[in-house]
């Protein structure tokens, strides 16, 4: 697929299918975990937060980290809460 630099109906196929490919493999690398069972992290320069269970990837998912008056923080932090939809 050739870079465009637009999000258009292509480009959402091609993600939605390699997303949901059993055969997709991440290639994220960890060694040390932070946490024993489920952890993740938030890259904001690609906006994608990565679902780790011990050093297996399991999930991606693209993200949004705010705007200039309420940028995402930068830390480690305990998830509290979750809404769904």
Do not use: C, H
């Not at 390699?18 to 024993?36: A, G, H, I």
């Amino acid at each position: 697929m050739s870079v465009t630099g637009t999000y258009d109906t292509a480009t959402k196929n091609m993600l939605v299918q390699r997303l949901s490919s059993k055969k997709f493999v991440y290639l994220d690398k960890v060694t040390k975990t932070p946490t024993k069972g489920k952890w993740i992290t938030v890259n904001k320069t690609t906006r994608v937060l990565t679902l780790y269970e011990g050093t297996k990837v399991l999930k991606k998912y693209a993200v949004a980290v705010g705007n200039p008056a309420s940028l995402t923080k930068s830390g480690k932090f305990i998830v509290t809460s979750k809404l769904i939809n």
